[in-house]
């Protein structure tokens, strides 16, 4: 159980200013969309460099056929560790194609079954069994859930079991707090402008594992 910082809108400057202080306290980092776009290879490269042996994550969010999503996941597989991608594509030349070009290039897959945002009520939820079953055909390593709704990790860690990893946006801004998602069954809260945005990202990434251990230990979860 841990914590994945979510590098989104930041500058290569300000993302290696905050990696070299907090590197050693996260178990992740998750680098967003925005980021990819504005900066190039070698920027991706300075990063990993300052925080190795860590589970770099492309948040690529990739929804569409399965080649495109493939095409797409070679640009940048040599710089991640794993990617993310939505489940609602379906399988069939879709999910099928990502998920073994993931397997032949050894990429973990993380799988969103549902948001964090409040529109993800709108749709997403509606369709959440169907999501949670092509997960569970996929088989990716990981999935989505947020943190915003303990009860969806709850439905979904208990329904999919132990071995996959649940990784859970939505601490901070978006109203969850640090270890709500932990106690619910997530492996890792992803956390982003609660770090990002601070004045102190090393004293807030701190609080938030403190945050963390004290609301296991409510929900009788020991921490690593």
Known sequence: MGLILAIDDLSVKKALEI????????D??????????????????????????????????????????????????GFFDAIIAHSFVGIKNGLDELARYCDENGLKLVLVATMSHEG????????LIRMRDIVKQVNPWGLV????????????????GSKIKILSP???PQGAL???????????????RLITRSNSPLKAVQEII?????????????MR
Do not use: H
């Open 145 to 160: 859930a947020p943190a915003t709704r303990p009860e969806v990790i709850y439905f979904l860690r208990r329904t999919l």
């Open 28 to 77: 992740g980092i998750k680098i967003g969309i925005p980021f990819l776009i504005r900066n190039s290879s070698s920027d991706l490269k300075s990063l990993k460099t300052s925080c190795t042996k860590k589970l770099w994550i492309a948040d690529l969010k990739l929804a569409d056929i399965g080649y495109i999503m493939v095409r797409t996941t070679d640009l940048i597989a």
């Open 178 to 192: 640090p270890g709500e998602a932990l106690c619910a069954g997530s492996n890792y809260e992803i956390v982003g």
């Open 120 to 127: 993800a009520k709108e749709l997403y939820d509606f369709a």
């Open 210 to 222: 403190s945050a963390q251990k004290r609301k296991l230990r409510e929900c009788g979860i020991n």
């Open 170 to 172: 939505g601490i901070g």
């Open 19 to 26: 990696l070299n202080d907090v590197c050693d306290y996260v």
